[in-house]
């Protein structure tokens, strides 16, 4: 696959949509999809569509991904946190980013796979851990930023804790068929709460319940 089809995705499902932030265009346009699925969906790596993972998850549609981080507003110095590693293509461009990502990953298969991709590119700022995304990785917070890639019923209590103040977090919010992505901004230590696309992601699952 070459950066001519990153380059397509780019100019015509993100920044002919809107995103605007020459970060993410830039992170987007870098770091190869097509590395992060598996060779029967290689093809289809950068057409505007989620695509199948394994254990019933997926890799996020482009144009979803830029509209997080680009939500985000991240800074080259930020610390973040991702609440579902899936395929690991979120992570390398949160790596692209921000100076260190913590990521957490239900599935521990998906966790190595991901370790796997991410290694092969090269990335030395990331840390994977397999565990319960809910809970967060209280040990390496606050965070600059938090980014979920699965949908909450509510807004995980522990992540939130886990915010820096001035701190953002971006997370689909809601049952499968009514999905939102919610921005919140911790600020004075309560969290200002601001809607965004709407979407669809797999659920948030946590194995407390």
Known sequence: MTITARQFMVDTQLRARGISDPRVLDAMLRVPRDAFVSEPYRAEAYEDHPLPIGDDQTISQPYVVAVMLESLQLAPKDIVLEVGTGSGYVTALLA??????????????????????????????????????????????????????????????????????????????????????????????????????????????????
């Open 96 to 209: 692209e980013l921000a100076a260190q990502v913590f990521s957490i990953e239900r599935h521990p298969a998906l966790a190595a796979n991901a370790r796997t991709a991410i290694a092969a590119l090269g990335y030395t700022n990331v840390q994977i851990f397999a565990g319960d995304g809910t809970l967060g990785l209280p040990a390496h917070a606050p965070f600059d930023a938090i980014l979920v890639s699965a949908a909450a019923f509510k807004l995980p209590p522990a992540l939130l804790s886990q915010l820096r103040d001035g701190g953002r977090m971006i997370v689909p919010v809601g049952p499968p068929d009514s999905q939102q992505l919610q921005l919140i901004r911790m600020h004075n230590g309560q969290p200002i709460i601001s809607l965004r696309d709407p979407v669809r992601f797999v659920p948030l699952i946590s194995d407390q319940t």
